[in-house]
């Protein structure tokens, strides 16, 4: 029963270390589009990491077409969410000088 359900069990570290030598890495849009989401730290190791395994690489044709279609709508988010970013900081330090001229700190 075991060896029909061998995906519910852990792989030994044999075959755990096989399989990190030998196994194809298949990427789908939203883990390329995660590149222009996470921090420029991120990005560079998960692109560093593959570049490792380069030559085990395969991007399907339709995630690449995904990505396409969907990466200037993912750079726009993120350039809106740097601009809200900066409005609700402004916001903050608006009200927070406002608060303190209320206490008449001066007199």
Do not use: C
């Not at 359900?5 to 890495?25: E, G, H, I, M, V």
Request: net charge positive.
């Amino acid at each position: 029963m075991k060896e029909q359900f061998s995906s519910f069990y852990r792989p030994s570290p044999d075959a755990l270390k096989q399989l990190w030598t030998t196994a194809n890495f298949v990427f789908d849009a939203n883990v390329l589009l995660g590149l222009y989401r996470y921090p420029e730290r991120v990005a560079d190791e998960l692109i560093s990491s593959i570049e490792h395994v380069k030559n085990r690489v395969w991007l399907p044709h339709h995630a690449a077409l995904e990505f396409y279609r969907n990466r200037l709508q993912v750079i726009a988010g993120q350039r809106g969410k740097v601009g809200d970013t900066k409005r609700i900081i402004g916001e903050g330090f608006e009200n927070l000088f406002r608060k303190i001229s209320a206490l008449d700190l001066d007199r």
